[in-house]
């Protein structure tokens, strides 16, 4: 009776998965659609840029740092004869954002692809992690995203079709120590979008959860850094370089696009990353204990060095150990990526 039991679930999968698949709209096609990327300045957004510029997108981008932009957009046309409508934008403020959608449909017409990217790294004990940073988190990475989609909705819903991709992380999935904060607002992201797909879909609005795991952008000297700073900088940026662990920018990119062109639900980059998700679905305890292991081998908040809740960048944290030839493959990335500005300040 089991087994029968079990054979006709299987059916009603299969069956629910197939219908499903057929209800899947077709491949978008990103040629002349207007779209916008929040942290388009640097990174991983710079990267998506550059591949929608190559499939001939119109391309609107928005960072907090004007001068940043100025650089991206002199990047696009240089390289790729791309002229990007460029916006000094903070997704945590609704005014600006209000502003920002404005002046993109004014430049452009209406946003068929709002991206998500906008983000911040904070890395360090939880000893050493206070209120104020694990708000800022969600204001950047739950309300920046909340406060961009509630602009461009109005319009979206209007004309009965929009794609809508937030940039997650495999942080959203697995809180990993010493980087609690960003975590919190990265789970907080994915609950709100896997929901918003739901509720969008009758409107023709699809969205897209993207979690990447360890990606090869460039961003470790952007990133904050509290307690033992170097030693702090030093794991995350060698972790951040080791081909086996982590994805490319530009692989990330042409992933994270592909998933939005065929209308996806959920996307997790890079095959630790999938592994990682599934053994936390799988085994909670062990993953909990492995984790707690993983702790055990980070540095402490207190001891030489330390600068306790007070907080350093990247570029404020270089060590012997970092940069150097274990962070080879990150300095290329930030190089071409415009991840620099921070060190060269």
């Not at 928005?62 to 932009?69: F, G, K, T, V, W």
Request: net charge neutral; glycine share 10%.
């Amino acid at each position: 009776m089991k087994l029968q039991q079990a054979g006709a679930l299987l059916a009603l999968g299969t069956g629910a998965y197939l219908l499903a698949r057929a209800l899947r709209r077709p491949a978008f096609d990103f040629r002349e659609k207007v779209v916008l990327i929040t942290g388009g300045s640097r990174g991983l957004g710079l990267v998506l840029a550059r591949e929608l510029a190559r499939q001939e997108a119109n391309l609107a981008l928005c960072a907090r740092d004007a001068n940043e932009l100025d650089l991206a957009s002199q990047n696009l046309q240089a390289d790729l004869g791309a002229d990007p409508a460029i916006v000094a934008c903070d997704v945590t403020d609704p005014a600006q954002v209000a502003k920002l959608v404005q002046t993109v449909e004014d430049c452009l017409g209406p946003i068929d692809v709002l991206i998500n990217n906008a983000g911040i790294i904070q890395v360090g004990p939880g000893d050493v992690m206070t209120r104020e940073d694990y708000e800022e988190s969600l204001r950047v990475h739950f309300w920046g995203c909340y406060n961009t989609i509630e602009a461009v909705l109005p319009g979206m819903r209007r004309r009965g079709r929009g794609r809508i991709v937030n940039i997650s992380s495999i942080g959203g999935k697995v809180s990993v120590p010493h980087l609690l904060p960003y975590s919190v607002g990265k789970f907080a992201l994915v609950g709100y979008s896997r929901g918003l797909r739901a509720e969008l879909s009758k409107d023709g609005i699809v969205v897209t959860t993207v979690c990447p795991g360890l990606m090869r952008t460039g961003s470790p000297p952007n990133a904050n850094f509290k307690g033992r700073h170097r030693a702090e900088y030093a794991w995350f940026s060698i972790s951040d370089s080791l081909p086996m662990l982590t994805i490319s920018a530009e692989n990330a990119a042409q992933s994270i696009l592909g998933a939005c062109r065929m209308g996806e639900a959920e996307v997790v980059l890079s095959f630790p990353a999938k592994v990682a998700a599934l053994f936390q679905e799988l085994f909670p305890e062990l993953t909990a204990d492995l984790l707690s292991l993983v702790n055990r081998f980070l540095p402490g908040p207190d001891g030489p060095g330390s600068i306790g809740t007070e907080k350093r960048t990247g570029a404020e944290s270089e060590s012997a150990l970092s940069p150097s030839v274990l962070t080879t493959l990150t300095e290329e990335a930030a190089r071409r990526n415009n991840e620099l500005c921070a060190r060269e300040a």
